[in-house]
């Protein structure tokens, strides 16, 4: 299992959820937890995509088998309900690997959490970075249509 915003689709998602799946060896299942608006908005900011939008996007992906919308509140009701051996955090999210393995382990969830590195790769390879590109970009929009 990966977890993730994944607001804005990007090359370094569909990277990490490559290297997510790689973690748990040649079979794997690789299932996704999106998070609810709701999270986005707690953690980081008014989501740019629905959370729906964000989940068919998902579900699209060559790596994804199962993606599932988180619950509100409860980020482990997901895990509870899924039973993952490996969870996937990713390089730039601030969970402490080693905090999260012991509320798991508090709550008789038997899942190991891993963090995935070094799937960054380029200019735009996150979604702040494609906030910021297009916040300093000055569009020339004849039709006056958003």
Same mark, same amino acid.
């Given at each position: /299992? ?7 689709? %990007?090359?370094? %998602?569909?990277? =990490? ?36 939008? &964000?989940?068919? /996007? ?17 980020? =482990? ?17 601030? %969970? ?17 959490? /891993? &963090?995935?590195?070094?799937? /960054? ?11 910021? &590109?297009?916040? %300093?970009?000055? =569009? ?7």
């Amino acid at each position: /299992m990966a977890t993730g915003t994944f607001d804005i689709l %990007h090359p370094g %998602h569909a990277l =990490f959820l490559e290297k997510a799946k790689e973690l748990g060896g040649k079979d794997a299942i690789l299932a996704v937890v999106i998070a609810r608006d709701s999270t986005v908005e707690k953690r980081k900011r008014i989501p740019i995509i629905p959370q729906e939008q &964000r989940l068919e /996007m998902i579900k699209s992906l060559k790596p994804v088998d199962e993606a599932y919308l988180g619950h509100d509140g409860d980020m =482990f009701k997901i895990v509870e309900e899924i039973k993952p051996d490996i969870i996937a955090i990713g390089s730039d999210q601030d %969970h402490d690997v080693e905090k999260l393995q012991e509320l798991l382990n508090k709550r008789g969830i038997k899942a190991k959490v /891993m &963090r995935v590195k070094d799937y /960054m790769f380029g200019e735009l390879d996150s979604t702040c970075k494609i906030i910021k &590109r297009i916040k %300093h970009t000055e =569009f020339n929009d004849k039709t006056g249509k958003l």
